[in-house]
């Protein structure tokens, strides 16, 4: 779905450099989460904002941080990149006025850390 | 604590052949579960939701509450569902927990 987009769509960088990974939406849904996906672990969710003002952890949120711009922006942060924070990235959004949620996706940012 | 497990990382068919791929949860709640594809050079995109009732694509999930399970079936398998497959369950907050994966093959 085109209304989602992330940049970069790869990134190659080196351990220890500051990193930043944008997601925009033109979806007009309030709700933004980053996952990390990972051969055989699936996708894990980072972090996830509900609106502007809410920035909520999810369960690998350590040397992560976000920050929700406006809210059609969602960008994460990986203050000193490490070798395993090397994965394919997602945002997702999210409608609150849906039951249940449906989340659509970015088409993923890849990072290799070196 | 919500799991979702998917038992098979890999899974392969050939055309014609019935498919199942495998979906167990934990969740003290009310379940509401997913089915997630991800075809090839594609982004993540929501399959089907157990609610819905629905066949999508000629795929079908029932949930089995008594063994907490969410299996995805399609009688006769097509190459064109070769994808990755994640079944998720949405837990408070709207969160979703997401399987492992499965990786379908489906070979001519």
């Known amino acids: 779905d085109a209304d989602v987009t992330q940049t970069p769509r790869n990134r190659i960088t080196k351990t220890g450099k500051r990193i930043m990974l944008e997601c925009s939406q033109t979806?007009?849904?309030?709700?933004m989460y980053w996952y990390r996906q990972d051969p055989g672990l699936g996708l894990r969710l980072i972090y996830y904002s509900f609106d502007v003002k809410d920035i909520n952890k999810g369960e690998i949120s350590d040397g992560y941080s976000v920050s929700r711009q406006a809210q059609a922006k969602f960008s994460l942060s990986l203050e000193s990149a490490i070798p395993n924070q090397t994965a394919l990235y997602f945002c997702?959004?999210?409608?609150?006025?849906?039951?249940?949620?449906?989340?659509?996706f970015g088409p993923g940012t890849r990072l290799t850390v070196l | 604590a919500q799991r979702v497990t998917q038992p098979e990382k890999l899974l392969s068919v050939f055309k014609g052949a019935p498919v199942e791929l495998k979906c167990n949860y934990s969740?003290?709640?009310?379940?509401?579960l997913f089915w997630y594809v991800q075809y090839s050079r594609q982004r993540l995109q929501l399959l089907l939701r157990?609610?819905s009732r629905e066949s999508i694509k000629g795929f079908t999930a029932d949930l089995n509450k008594g063994e907490t399970s969410f299996h995805l079936k399609k009688p006769f398998a097509q190459e064109e569902d070769s994808a990755m497959y994640y079944c998720?369950?949405?837990?408070?907050?709207?969160?979703?927990?997401f399987g492992e994966g499965t990786q379908l093959t489906v070979n001519p």
């Open positions: 997702a959004t999210s409608d609150l006025k849906v039951r249940p949620d449906t989340q659509y």
């Open positions: 998720a369950l949405i837990t408070s907050g709207s969160r979703l927990t």
């Open positions: 157990h609610i």
């Open positions: 979806k007009g849904h309030d709700r």
């Open positions: 969740y003290s709640g009310s379940p509401e």
